[in-house]
């Protein structure tokens, strides 16, 4: 486990802004101490370090399971952050990316992944 959270960690460090990575540990640790733990090693230390897919296929594949979803806002606009910051993205890549799901997640949950592409470049 402790290979997996340095590892986990270093991922974090790499994708996400400190004041990111320390907002959504502390909302999991408030009331169940210890589980950004599992979320830094299970998540950033194992299943984003399999091989098979580059960072940019987990993010939009991370970005069409929130869309669909919904009510993942906060989730889904670090998530297109970190797509074109990271991963490399284009603003327009991204887009599309939302405009191809419209017929299989609905005009209304595109328009507010939209949203989170407005809060994500400002």
């Not at 979320?39 to 091989?51: K, L």
């Not at 993205?89 to 209304?108: D, K, N, W």
Request: aromatic share 8%; hydrophobic share 45%.
């Amino acid at each position: 486990m402790e290979l997996s959270m340095a590892k986990g960690e270093r991922f974090i460090a790499d994708t996400q802004s400190p004041q990111g990575a320390a907002a959504w540990k502390r909302q999991l640790d408030e009331f169940a101490p210890g589980a950004s733990d599992w979320v830094v090693g299970a998540v950033f230390g194992g299943t984003y370090q399999r091989e098979g897919l580059e960072l940019r296929d987990r993010q939009i594949l991370n970005m069409a399971a929130l869309a669909a979803m919904g009510g993942t806002e906060p989730q889904l606009t670090g998530h297109i952050r970190t797509a074109v910051d990271v991963a490399g993205m284009s603003r327009e890549e991204v887009a599309e990316c939302f405009v191809h799901l419209m017929p299989y997640i609905g005009v209304p949950k595109v328009l507010a992944a939209m949203r989170c592409m407005s809060a994500a470049f400002e």
